[in-house]
């Protein structure tokens, strides 16, 4: 009995070891599969960053971006294609020519039949575009920005004046969503409850070409509710922003900006240009903030679309030394806000890029 017992032990540390090393096997395996799973998961998503929008996002990943309106209707968690935010997650999971790509298991039997599907493929399309060439957000008419002459600022401040951010909380340099910031408007300039806009006046700002005087563009950066109010001071909690927020930054009460509603222009001869853009790009295209040198005293009105265009010189012939100029369409912008000189508008539909300086005029019938 005694010699028999290392043998079963053998046995048992064998048995043991063999159980451990399947079990090995078999985590490992497990483990690369995961690892697969989660790399084809990061491959189907986008983290959104500061800046992007579906044009971009569409452009990037699928070579074209006027396939953003595909790309909107695969993530329905996005309620605004105008409105996207650093974080957010976008599902690139299929591709978005599926959309208006025709069904691959009936091959086409005549050309009658390869219209009719090209056909329906456009109206897919043209139909989500104008689901959302003039839907525009709430959020997005409340971070409007604007631009105005420096003069009508300062005359602005002197007989309303604003609030001023003094200091945070939480002593954060950056502010942004959920912070709490203190103010200098105390008792008698607001109340507990009452929503402020923030805002900061920047004078550099891109391009300003075709104005008379100096302007400034006024950003819309958030709105923040009113908590706690002292004798010359009160304690806000930002609860929108749509822009990095900092100390020094100004408020004024939030008053909503209606929506646009679609109407051609009352006069019919508008002329101007596109004179800057809310952000520095060299190429505007669609959802873009443009400011323009029409306004109020040209009776434009918001809810006004306007073509884009450009004048472009041709030669006729070897012996035509000045040509003829022919107007290129680019593409929409609807106006959202006027000012009585200037007014803001979204570029709601680009046929080829759009550049500062590029004209606007009523269509023309």
């Not at 979204?346 to 300086?357: E, Y």
Request: aromatic residues 8%.
């Amino acid at each position: 009995m005694l010699e028999k017992l290392p043998f079963k032990n053998l046995i048992k540390t064998l048995s043991a070891l063999f159980y451990v090393f399947v079990l090995s096997i078999l985590f490992v395996n497990s483990l690369n599969i995961a690892r697969a799973q989660e790399a084809k998961s990061v491959s189907d998503i986008y983290i959104v960053t500061e800046g992007d929008t579906l044009w971009d996002i569409s452009a990037r990943f699928f070579g074209d971006p006027f396939l953003w309106p595909s790309l909107w209707q695969k993530n329905p968690q996005v309620n605004d294609p105008h409105w996207i935010y650093p974080g957010q997650i976008i599902y690139l999971k299929e591709s978005p020519l599926a959309v208006s790509k025709p069904s691959p298991i009936k091959p086409l039997k005549t050309s009658l039949e390869k219209e009719a599907i090209e056909t329906k493929a456009v109206a897919i399309e043209d139909s989500l575009t104008a689901k959302t060439r003039y839907d525009i957000s709430q959020d997005k008419m409340d971070s409007c920005s604007y631009i105005i002459p420096v003069s009508v600022f300062n005359q602005r401040q002197k007989e309303e004046g604003s609030g001023k951010i003094t200091n945070s909380k939480e002593e954060k340099i950056s502010l942004s969503y959920l912070d709490h910031v203190y103010i200098d408007l105390g008792e008698g300039k607001v109340k507990p409850g009452q929503i402020m806009s923030i805002f900061r006046a920047e004078y550099d700002t891109n391009g300003l070409k075709g104005l008379n005087e100096p302007h400034c563009m006024i950003r819309i950066l958030g709105k923040a509710k009113v908590l706690e109010v002292q004798d010359n001071m009160s304690l806000a909690e930002i609860i929108k922003s749509y822009h990095a927020i900092s100390i020094g930054d100004m408020l004024t009460p939030y008053q909503a900006m209606p929506k646009p509603v679609l109407k051609p222009p009352k006069v019919k001869d508008l002329d101007g240009s596109i004179v800057a853009s809310e952000e520095p790009k060299e190429y505007l295209s669609d959802f873009d903030t443009v400011f323009l040198n029409l306004g109020k005293r040209d009776g434009l009105e918001s809810g006004n679309p306007l073509e884009i265009y450009r004048l472009k010189q041709i030669k006729t012939g070897a012996n035509d030394k000045t040509g003829d100029l022919i107007v290129v369409p680019l593409g929409e912008v609807l106006v959202l806000k006027t000012e009585d000189g200037t007014s803001t508008g979204m570029v709601t539909k680009s046929i080829q890029p759009v550049l500062l300086g590029d004209r606007i005029r009523v269509y023309q019938d």
